[in-house]
């Protein structure tokens, strides 16, 4: 396993050889807000050693600069670590162990954004009960997966990545279907942890759904998964439409309301 101070070298040189990328460095943090107050990036990268649940580092950032976009790499993270990184708008957060890949995207994904708003507020944060809003934009919806995968959870690193895929799924759907991706449009996500599994409760602002209207996914024809991809084409829509199939493979059990513009994913720790 690469180490968490390798980690982080390799993501800065892979940016200080692209000529695309100008990369400079600061330390403490008290020079990096000086230089922010004359400055503008593109993306700043914090790395926190031993960080306090509060960030108070980042929250010095934002104040010099409020539209900065920060991702955060911490050692260790604890579930506090995010609430308060998610309340001080930062735009992603990495803890050791990760994957480079993911991290690198997630720094273009940043850069690329010119007009960026926050889009991911907290609602209400107890340690096994987290209510979060985000808004109904693709971005939003990656910042927010990558944010959930650090919360810590008794699962497996493979258990974990296939939770997290099938949040995705159904949180694209969400945003995509229910919030035809109007920004000004909210989803609404709970993050339960009992003793026993582990729960996300998704609603969309949309009108639903119903079961018996699904011939455009594949979950509608499970032995043949692309055969729905003829309907979708006769309706005008991109390919795709694998989510709700996907996520009903990677969790325990994925429940939908009545309505079918909210829907509960729930995998077992035991």
């Given at each position: 396993?690469?180490?968490?101070?390798?980690?982080?070298?390799?993501?800065?040189?892979?940016?200080?050889?692209?000529?695309?990328?100008?990369?400079?460095?600061?330390?403490?943090?008290?020079?990096?807000?000086?230089?922010?107050?004359?400055?503008?990036?593109?993306?700043?990268l914090v790395h926190l050693l031993n960080p306090s649940p509060e960030l108070t580092?980042?929250?010095?950032?934002?104040?010099?600069?409020?539209?900065?976009?920060?991702?955060?790499?911490?050692?260790?993270?604890?579930?506090?670590?995010?609430?308060?990184?998610?309340?001080?708008?930062?735009?992603?957060?990495?803890?050791?162990?990760?994957?480079?890949?993911?991290?690198?995207?997630?720094?273009?994904?940043?850069?690329?954004?010119?007009?960026?708003?926050?889009?991911?507020?907290?609602?209400?944060?107890?340690?096994?009960?987290?209510?979060?809003?985000?808004?109904?934009?693709?971005?939003?919806?990656?910042?927010?997966?990558?944010?959930?995968?650090?919360?810590?959870?008794?699962?497996?690193?493979?258990?974990?990545?296939?939770?997290?895929?099938?949040?995705?799924?159904?949180?694209?759907?969400?945003?995509?279907?229910?919030?035809?991706?109007?920004?000004?449009?909210?989803?609404?996500?709970?993050?339960?942890?009992?003793?026993?599994?582990?729960?996300?409760?998704?609603?969309?602002?949309?009108?639903?759904?119903?079961?018996?209207?699904?011939?455009?996914?594949?979950?509608?024809?499970?032995?043949?998964?692309?055969?729905?991809?003829?309907?979708?084409?006769?309706?005008?829509?991109?390919?795709?439409?694998?989510?709700?199939?996907?996520?009903?493979?990677?969790?325990?059990?994925?429940?939908?309301?009545?309505?079918?513009?909210?829907?509960?994913?729930?995998?077992?720790?035991?």
């Amino acid at each position: 396993m690469i180490g968490y101070r390798q980690s982080i070298a390799e993501i800065v040189g892979r940016f200080e050889v692209n000529r695309k990328w100008d990369v400079d460095f600061a330390a403490p943090a008290d020079d990096l807000a000086e230089i922010l107050r004359d400055t503008r990036y593109d993306v700043v990268l914090v790395h926190l050693l031993n960080p306090s649940p509060e960030l108070t580092p980042i929250r010095m950032l934002r104040a010099v600069n409020p539209d900065i976009k920060i991702i955060l790499f911490v050692e260790q993270a604890t579930t506090a670590h995010i609430v308060a990184a998610i309340r001080a708008h930062v735009f992603s957060f990495f803890s050791h162990p990760f994957d480079v890949e993911d991290a690198c995207h997630m720094i273009k994904t940043a850069a690329a954004l010119s007009d960026w708003t926050n889009g991911i507020e907290v609602l209400s944060a107890s340690p096994a009960y987290l209510t979060l809003r985000l808004r109904c934009t693709l971005d939003t919806a990656d910042r927010l997966v990558q944010f959930m995968k650090e919360v810590p959870v008794e699962l497996l690193p493979d258990e974990l990545q296939d939770t997290a895929h099938a949040f995705r799924e159904l949180l694209l759907n969400a945003i995509e279907h229910g919030g035809k991706l109007d920004a000004n449009e909210w989803v609404r996500v709970s993050r339960i942890r009992t003793m026993r599994t582990l729960v996300y409760h998704i609603v969309d602002p949309g009108d639903g759904f119903s079961s018996a209207n699904l011939a455009h996914a594949a979950i509608s024809t499970p032995d043949d998964p692309v055969l729905h991809l003829q309907a979708r084409e006769q309706l005008g829509r991109r390919a795709g439409g694998f989510g709700m199939l996907i996520a009903t493979h990677m969790v325990d059990e994925v429940i939908y309301n009545e309505q079918g513009n909210q829907v509960i994913l729930i995998k077992h720790l035991d």
